[in-house]
């Protein structure tokens, strides 16, 4: 299986999975400044509590599924960079990366 399938199972049920949410939130915040430290909180706290739950990936595999749809989702030149997502949830981009960051990792053509 893929790797962006991997992160995008895992996604689908974080997103509708309150407890776990409240896991990652819970473990963050015994994080000062996680904000600072991204990467490794998701090293850290992300990517067990998504072993725990049966998905196995790495920080890259989840910056490169994040990239992948943060590029989809802006593929429109008119809609504006800035504006807010709908409901999705990204652990490294929007926390601390910009939107020039996020085009370094375009994995298209």
Known sequence: MKDNDVV???MAV????????????????S?????????????????PLAEEAGFS??????RRYETDLYLEKHRDEEQDPDAPDDDTVFFLLDRGWTNDAAAQFNTEG
Do not use: M
Not at 20 to 25: D, G, I, N, P, V
Not at 57 to 62: I, P
């Open 8 to 10: 995008s199972r895992f």
């Open 14 to 29: 974080y997103q509708t999975d309150p407890q776990l949410q409240e896991k990652f939130a819970e473990a963050e915040a």
């Open 31 to 47: 994080y000062p400044g996680s904000l600072d430290i991204r990467e490794a909180v998701v090293e850290e706290l992300l990517l």
């Open 57 to 62: 990936f790495t920080v890259e595999d989840l």
